[in-house]
Structures are given as structure tokens and as C-alpha cells.
């Protein structure tokens, strides 16, 4: 087989398989060689080899033969790429074309998100910026990523969304395979997780799933608030989860919020996940964003061309754009792309028109509204009394949360706020922002209803 014949292959895979298993599984193969009937691809992890050989394997070798490619076997090497961490290359997986083969059941999109997702090979150690709202997240990944005994099991990942989660747990990955490619490192989503479970179900073949799930080395769950409410993927993650621990295998979960904050866990499941490291990491900071900015501007120059931007745009994208670096990039991108239509610097003005849109929306500031209507839910106060001149504790303690949002949140000064909330003199607000700072480094309850609070609007 020649690697024609491979992009022959390909095309009627793709029709064979459907586009998305194709662009998950087959897509990312490198060939490698054919030699004496064996076709070698390369594959990113032995996971992506030992699934592809089972569910795709039946299918590339009847492609192959109606191209006479003469393929007889497949197999599959881990190969180091070149954006990832080398590695050395490990055994092989190969796929032997069974003596009778069955027909191959047609895929069916459940069964294609059946199995881990693959790794994203830009989510590394190397391309994480460390800053001060990621750095004990950061540490403690780094730790799980070295190996060995961790004295923390299971490690727990929380924070908004954009804030790297997705990318640390790869970074493990990584780094775990690269220093023992031996081990199975498994990661997937926990909605990933649900469609597996249920297709077990369906096919009767827990035994498969429950031995499959308990035979890997590290396991890791994304987004593990998605299970919330489905009790019997819940029981099952449960169960998973504790076999592992049992046998000391690492095991590291990510979701939006902490353990406690997930309506709909089980309790059993709850305290379990808090029994190793809880770490979360921050919304960014302006460093953190500029410092970000600038590893991506170093890289798109080493791997593309120069690219010249004005002093100080990067400074105001830190400042402008939001928390999230996943827009953060978006808005980078297309700062690329444009200065490649342009050919020449970007300056500050062409940055502002080009990124309107998304400069518009990180401006949606949260406002003084939605501020109040989330106090009155929270603490169960009337939005009238938020406004009254009452002064009783129940009262009085809401309000002044409420300021101390508003004045973190909104770009409203003392004056403004006072004024909004039932014509209250500036000072009272400069009181109420004080009182709220006090107590939050006096009361635990208070930082954590404040953080909360903020965490909420801010989404
Ligand atoms: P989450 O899973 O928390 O929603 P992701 O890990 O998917 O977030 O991150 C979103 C995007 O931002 C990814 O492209 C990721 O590489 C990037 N990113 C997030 N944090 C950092 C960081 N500290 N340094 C570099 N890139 C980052
Ligand atoms: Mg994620």
C-alpha cells in the first residue's frame, strides 16, 4: 500500500464510518510504511491505537482490500509528534484480521463517543501560563503528572469555564505518558463517561465496561458536574471510582464548582471527591491575560511568520477582554488572521474595529439589576427592603453584599450605587464595602457567600 492508496482508503472510510468517527479516529493516523502485508500507522496514544484496531480495524482492512492495497494485518505505534512531548515509541498494538469475521455492526454516535477522547496536542505543560490565579492548580497537576505514590487521591479540579481545566488534565496526560508510556491513562468527559455506560447497558456488556474502567491507571473525568441528577450513571461513576481508589490508582476529576456547589451529587459521592486535593483555579487576572497573550503571539511567530503588533495592543486586550482565555485566543486569532490579509503592523485602532464584537461583549458588565435580583434570592429578601430604609440585621447584611458586588462588578461609583440603592449617601456605600471586607477575612461563611456571589454573576 502507498500512501495513494491510503487516501483512497480514507475517502470511503469516511463514507463507511461516518464523518465524525472518521474525524475522530481515522483523521488523526499518520501511515507509517507497509511492509510484508503489515499497514503501521502512527497514533498519539496506545488508547487511540487499541480503539481504532478494535472498532475500525474490520472496516480499514475491507477498504483496503477492495483497493488491492494488500494489507493483511494492522498495527499501531505510538509515535512522538511533534508539538507533544517526545516519547519513546511503545509496543505496537496490531489488529490480526479475525478467522471469521463478523459483520461489522454499523457505528452508531453513541458508540462513537464511546471511548476517551483523544488528547489535544497543544494542551502541554510547556504551553501553560502560570499566574497567580492557576499557580496551586498548576502545582498540584504537576505533581500528579511526575507519577509514582500522590498523597492526594482523588485531585479535584474546579473553576469557570476557560480557566484551563481541559487543558491541565491533557497536560497530565502528556507528560504521564511520555514519562511511563506503559501505564493506561484514560481521559474522557463525564458525559463521555454516560454514553459508554448507557451503551453497555444497552448491549449488555457491563462486565466489558466495569473490567475496562477498572484496568486503567489513571483515570480522569471532565466536567464531572454533568452527571448531576442521573443517579445510575452516578452510581456507576461511584462504583468506578472507589475499585480504582482501592487499588491506588490516581484518579482526577474536573468541574465548574466545588464539590458542594453540585446541585444533584449524591452525598456518598460528594465527600468522596473532597477526600484528596480540592484546588480551583481563579478567574484570570490582567497579568495572567497579558502574560497569556504573549506566549501565543511567541508561538503563532516561531511556527508561522513575524508579525508585528503595535506597542501596547496586547496591554489592551489584557485589560478589555474577560476572564475567559478561550475568548481571549478567539479575539488572538483573528488578530492573525488579519495581519496576514494586511501585511503590515497591527495597530490599536485596527485591533478595536476588527475586535468590535468581542469587546462589546466582555463589556457586558454585570449590572446593578441583576446584582440585586441575585441578593434577593440568595439571602431570601424582598427587593423592597433591599430599598428601604430598614436597618435590621437580615436586612442590612444583603444590602451591603450587594454593594460590595456592585462596586466590584459594575464601574459605578460610591455616589451611583448609593443613589440606586433607595437614595443612600456615598458614604453609607464606602461603609457597606468596608464592613463587607472586614468580615470577609473574619467570617469564613461571609467569603464564601461573597465568592459565590460573584461567581455567579460573573458566569
Ligand atoms: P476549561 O476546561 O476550564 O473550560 P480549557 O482548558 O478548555 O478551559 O481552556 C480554554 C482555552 O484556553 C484552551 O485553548 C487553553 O489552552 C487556553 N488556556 C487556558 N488557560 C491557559 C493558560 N494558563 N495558559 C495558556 N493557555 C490557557
Ligand atoms: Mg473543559
Known sequence: MTNDTWGQARESLQTAIGKNNYQTWIEP??????????????????????????????EMLRQFDKLDAGVDRLRFSVQPKRSAPAKQAQAPEEFARPQAPKPQKKA????????????????????????????????????????????????FLYGGVGLGKTHLMHAIAWELQQRSPE?????????????????????????????????????????????????????????????????????IISADRAPGEIDGLEERIRSR??????????????????????????????????????????????????????????ALTRLFALASLVGREITLEMAQESLADILRQSDRKVTMDEIMR??????????????????????????????WLA????????????????????TTVIHAVRKIEELKAQDSQVAEDAE???????A
Open 29 to 58: 493516523l499518520t501511515f507509517v510504511s507497509c511492509e510484508d502485508g503489515v499497514a503501521e500507522f502512527g497514533v498519539q496514544t496506545s488508547f487511540q491505537g487499541d480503539w481504532v484496531s478494535r472498532n475500525f480495524g474490520e
Open 108 to 155: 452508531t454516535a453513541t458508540e462513537e463517543a464511546l471511548l476517551g477522547a483523544p488528547l489535544d496536542k497543544r494542551f502541554t505543560f510547556d504551553r501553560f501560563v502560570v499566574g497567580k490565579p492557576n499557580e496551586l492548580a498548576h502545582a498540584a497537576a504537576r505533581r500528579v503528572a511526575e507519577g509514582g505514590p500522590v498523597s492526594f487521591n482523588p485531585l
Open 183 to 251: 501505564l493506561r491513562v484514560v481521559y474522557l468527559s463525564a458525559e463521555q463517561f454516560m454514553y459508554r455506560f448507557i451503551q453497555a447497558l444497552r448491549d449488555r456488556q457491563m462486565m466489558d465496561f466495569k473490567s475496562l474502567f477498572r484496568s486503567v491507571d489513571v483515570l480522569m473525568v471532565d466536567d464531572v458536574q454533568f452527571i448531576a441528577g442521573k443517579d445510575s450513571t452516578q452510581d456507576e461513576f461511584f462504583h468506578t471510582f472507589n475499585a480504582l481508589i482501592d487499588q491506588q490508582k490516581q484518579i
Open 273 to 330: 471527591l473532597q477526600w484528596g486535593l480540592v484546588v480551583d483555579l481563579h478567574p484570570t487576572d490582567y497579568e495572567l491575560r497579558l502574560g497569556i497573550l504573549q506566549q501565543k503571539v511567541e508561538q503563532y511567530r516561531s511556527q508561522y511568520q513575524e508579525l508585528k503588533i503595535s506597542d501596547g495592543v496586547l496591554e489592551f486586550l489584557a485589560h478589555r477582554i474577560s476572564n475567559n482565555v478561550r475568548v481571549l485566543e478567539g
Open 374 to 403: 441575585k441578593i434577593c434570592d440568595y439571602y431570601n429578601v424582598r427587593m423592597s427592603d433591599l430599598l428601604s430604609p430598614k436597618r435590621s440585621r437580615n436586612i442590612a447584611r444583603p444590602r451591603q453584599m450587594a454593594m
Open 407 to 426: 462596586k466590584h462588578l459594575t464601574q459605578r461609583s460610591y455616589p451611583e450605587i448609593g443613589k440606586r440603592f433607595g437614595n443612600r449617601d456615598h
Open 452 to 458: 459565590l456571589l460573584r461567581r455567579m454573576l460573573e
